[in-house]
Nanobody, 115 residues
Framework: QVQIVESGGGLVQPGGSLRLSCTAS????????LAWYRQAPGKQRELVAS???????NYADSVKGRFTISRDTTKNTASLQMNNLKPEDTAVYYC?????????WGQGTRVTVSE
């Protein structure tokens, strides 16, 4: 059974930083592009950042210059460094393939940006 586990979320003040991590069982990440997604309350899940198998990143305009995605193919892990966080970044963050594997969503990790 495929399992993705995200971690690293929490409560942070505007302007603060967090680093999210995810690990996956098996080889679900090994041969695919990966991405971080987020779902804010009352909104649809959206792609935040993606990274190709070769390590080339792409970012949503809303996070460009503030977030950095990375991956370790040998360890089947991915990370998202988030700097200068804003209240509108508040959401549950998930990682998955890009495009996502429907049966592989983890529980996500909650990020709350508030005073």
């Amino acid at each position: 059974q495929v399992q993705i586990v995200e971690s690293g979320g929490g409560l942070v003040q505007p302007g603060g930083s967090l680093r999210l991590s995810c690990t996956a069982s098996g080889t679900i990440f090994s041969f695919y592009a990966l991405a971080w997604y987020r779902q804010a309350p009352g909104k649809q899940r959206e792609l935040v950042a993606s990274i190709t198998r070769g390590g080339n990143p792409n970012y949503a305009d809303s996070v460009k210059g503030r977030f950095t995605i990375s991956r370790d193919t040998t360890k089947n892990t991915a990370s998202l460094q988030m700097n200068n966080l804003k209240p509108e970044d508040t959401a549950v963050y998930y990682c998955n393939r890009d495009p996502p594997r429907s049966g592989a969503w983890g529980q996500g990790t909650r990020v709350t940006v508030s005073e």
